[in-house]
């Protein structure tokens, strides 16, 4: 679990240095350098492969007996973990806000200055940097996850809330709400992210770790597929309406997530069936 907090912290890293040199790039006014950034790109994705060719074998397996191995947990028949990455993927919903919602939403509903978009985006990063790796302390358990998801629903509904009252609002007002939107919405990602991973390693079957990692990215997938156009159909044609809405998906993903995880602790806690020959 800390491995992936520190994980998340040093991508968003890269993304910040590597928005950095694209803009140094830009900034050069030349053609030679700029088509120099996609061989550079290569040449980093092939230090990485190397890198990661290095690393040490992992230890795989389980101490289970040879017998208990056959009838190892399924994820797809574990209802109670689908419907828990299901819960996930909507929370995960908060990056259609961060990335797609709220910057429409600046542009075409209030007074804000566009350039304030470059520094809600660092604030973002900033943050993610700094506090992924405490967001997620105490998330490698299953009430600990339980935990992170309900802050990551109270984040998505305070993020909702604020961002509502800018199309009213003015000057510096507005200003200040957007970024504490922005604020809001950068916790339910370090909330939603933490809970996920204990999740993901609590509530797996040793012997099938890959494939509930699988379950957990489909359902994923699902919110950003249908989260962007959804969110800002909502936020942008029904106003406050839309933005209670996209809470209460939130707060409803968040109140499912609870019985759902208990529903796969007790499938995995299941005695299994005696192996046939």
Not at 6 to 29: E, V
Not at 44 to 59: G, T, Y
Not at 127 to 137: G, H, M, N, W
Not at 164 to 181: E, P
């Amino acid at each position: 679990m800390r491995s992936l907090a520190f994980m998340r912290s040093a991508l968003n890293i890269g993304f910040t240095l590597g928005a950095l040199l694209g803009g140094l790039a830009l900034a050069a006014g030349s053609d030679t350098v700029i088509r120099a950034v996609p061989l550079a790109t290569a040449a980093v994705l092939l230090v990485n492969a190397v890198l990661i060719a290095r690393l040490p074998e992992a230890e795989h397996g389980s101490t289970a007996a040879p017998a208990e191995r056959q009838v190892s947990k399924a994820a797809l028949r574990n209802k109670g973990f689908v419907a828990l990455g299901v819960c996930n993927g909507v929370l995960g919903t908060n990056q259609a806000l961060l990335n797609v919602v709220i910057p429409l939403w600046l542009v075409q509903e209030t007074d804000a200055p566009r350039v304030l978009l470059a520094w809600l985006f660092g604030t973002n990063t900033v943050l993610a940097v700094l506090f992924q790796v405490p967001a997620a302390r105490g998330s490698e358990t299953v009430p600990g996850a339980l935990r992170a998801i309900r802050l990551c629903g109270a984040s998505f509904v305070a993020c909702c809330v604020l961002v509502m009252f800018t199309a009213d609002t003015l000057s510096w007002v507005t200003i200040a709400l957007v970024w504490l939107g922005h604020v809001a919405v950068t916790g339910a990602e370090l909330f939603q992210s933490a809970a996920a991973w204990g999740f993901a390693s609590e509530l797996s079957d040793p012997d099938r770790r890959a494939e509930y990692q699988g379950v957990m990215r489909l359902g994923s997938q699902i919110g950003s597929i249908g989260g962007p156009a959804a969110f800002t159909w909502l936020a942008v044609h029904w106003g406050a309406s839309g933005w209670m809405v996209i809470a209460g998906v939130a707060v409803a993903a968040a109140v499912v997530a609870h019985p759902a995880a208990r529903a796969a602790e007790r499938y995995l806690a299941d005695e299994p069936a005696p192996a046939t020959a």
